[in-house]
């Protein structure tokens, strides 16, 4: 490990990955810290992604990598109506339940191989900061305290985010948008291949949903989330999973625990600071409806890369210069469907158990030519008039 470098990546999830993968590529000198053991573990996440969307980083995806493919997908009601999505109309919902143990564990190797250098268990611990713009961080390792120095800090460290703090971002996360998630990967169980389900209700999962993800032969993760607010003694989610469990798969295996946050709150105001570029979970990138991360936390962070390693060339990571970045994901794709995401979000999670059965059980038997949110959602909108007032404001 050197005392400096042309950039320092903090975390080793996939937007790390992805920023310094670019980096290295583009021939700059690049340092990922880690603070666990192993990338890729304890995996906590459900690992489901979009074809469609890995599909922009990967021509062929490594079968390793994939633990089942995802043919469509069905929502139940809180009344019991299962709403199917084949698979013409699941659209983004269509793809894959990931392998994350081995596929975050090959996104840094891919990095590696470029050129970057990863060290594991070594975690930040602050920011060294001179007249208030970031110059690096101070790096615990193996015991020892050491300073890193960069000419652009990445910080890609997960929803438990410190660094963007440690440089004085301020990166609350309001309790009411974060989820509390609890996951177990079960066996043994009933369920239908190549199909993810979704339950939804304030009975079985308070503003939140349980979720089914096949991973193979009787095998999936089976999972919830539920918002801070509703976490109390007694009443937690993996309370909630247990009362699921008992009564769906009584006579299911559970293999492992994982339990993790999610923020489904608005992106952080602004991501970039003199020298500092925030990606991913730790730039509240996940998505307000799904929780889903793992793209945007790539996409962002090879956005990241790119601009980082421009403006190194150009000699000026000035937050103005940085701005790029934060101004490009905002008009992508990604960041107006968060946008709108966010505020379909704060909708649905107002609605009782009762409206839920009626909006959903209104589009349970339309069909759709093509499926996506958005579609979802302007379907609603028509059988639902009295919603219009609510998201006219939607793009
Ligand atoms: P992470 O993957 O969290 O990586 C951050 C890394 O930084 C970690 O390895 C961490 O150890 C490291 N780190 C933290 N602090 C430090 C430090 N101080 N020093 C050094 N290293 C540090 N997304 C989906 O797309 N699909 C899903 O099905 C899905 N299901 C989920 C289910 C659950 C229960 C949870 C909790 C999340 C789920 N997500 C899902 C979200 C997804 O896991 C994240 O959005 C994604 O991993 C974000 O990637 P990242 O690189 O930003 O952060």
């Given at each position: 490990m050197k005392n400096e470098y042309d950039v320092l990546i903090i975390g080793g999830g996939p937007g790390g990955a992805l920023a310094a993968k670019t980096c290295a590529e583009k021939g700059l000198s690049v340092c990922i810290i880690e603070k666990r053991p192993a990338i890729g573990v304890p995996v906590r996440c459900a690992e489901g992604i979009g074809e469609d969307l890995i599909g922009e980083f990967?021509?062929?995806?490594?079968?390793?990598?994939?633990?089942?493919?995802?043919?469509?997908?069905?929502?139940?009601?809180?009344?019991?109506?299962?709403?199917?999505?084949?698979?013409?109309?699941?659209?983004?919902?269509?793809?894959?339940?990931?392998?994350?143990?081995?596929?975050?564990?090959?996104?840094?190797?891919?990095?590696?191989?470029?050129?970057?250098?990863?060290?594991?268990?070594?975690?930040?611990?602050?920011?060294?900061?001179?007249?208030?713009?970031v110059k690096g961080a101070v790096i615990e390792y193996f015991g020892e305290k050491k300073e890193i120095r960069a000419k652009v800090v990445i910080a890609a460290d997960g929803v438990e985010s410190k660094f963007s703090r440690y440089c004085g971002v301020d990166t609350t996360v309001p309790l009411r948008e974060l989820e509390t998630c609890a996951q177990y990967l079960m066996t043994d169980i009933d369920i239908e291949p190549g199909i993810t389900v979704f339950y939804v209700g304030r009975e079985v999962s308070p503003e939140g949903y349980i979720w089914i993800f096949p991973k193979g032969d009787r095998t999936a993760n089976v999972g919830i989330g539920i918002s801070g607010t509703q976490s109390k003694d007694s009443s937690r989610a993996k309370d909630y999973l247990d009362k699921y469990v008992k009564k769906n798969f009584p006579d299911g295996k559970i293999i492992e625990l994982?339990?993790?946050?999610?923020?489904?709150?608005?992106?952080?105001?602004?991501?970039?600071?003199?020298?500092?570029?925030?990606?991913g979970d730790a730039a509240r990138l996940s998505d307000p409806i799904t929780g889903g991360g793992i793209y945007n936390a790539m996409y962002t962070g090879r956005l990241a890369g790119e601009v980082a390693s421009e403006c190194i060339r150009s000699n000026d990571c000035s937050k103005e210069k940085l701005m790029k970045y934060d101004t490009t994901w905002r008009s992508s794709r990604m960041g107006k469907a968060l946008e709108r995401n966010y505020q379909i979000k704060e909708i649905f999670v107002k609605l009782s158990d009762a409206q839920l059965n009626s909006v959903l059980n209104s589009v349970n038997n339309l069909v759709?030519?093509?499926?996506?949110?958005?579609?979802?959602?302007?379907?609603?909108?028509?059988?639902?008039?009295?919603?219009?007032?609510?998201?006219?404001?939607?793009?």
């Open positions: 990967f021509d062929e995806l490594n079968p390793k990598w994939i633990s089942e493919k995802i043919k469509g997908a069905k929502l139940i009601s809180p009344d019991g109506s299962s709403f199917y999505l084949s698979p013409e109309m699941a659209g983004n919902e269509v793809g894959y339940v990931l392998d994350r143990k081995f596929f975050d564990r090959d996104l840094i190797w891919l990095a590696v191989e470029s050129g970057a250098e990863c060290y594991v268990k070594a975690r930040a611990v602050d920011a060294i900061m001179e007249d208030g713009v994982i339990v993790g946050g999610v923020s489904v709150c608005k992106p952080l105001e602004c991501t970039v600071a003199d020298n500092l570029i925030i990606v759709m030519k093509e499926f996506s949110t958005l579609t979802l959602i302007k379907e609603i909108i028509k059988t639902n008039p009295r919603l219009v007032k609510e998201l006219s404001g939607l793009r």
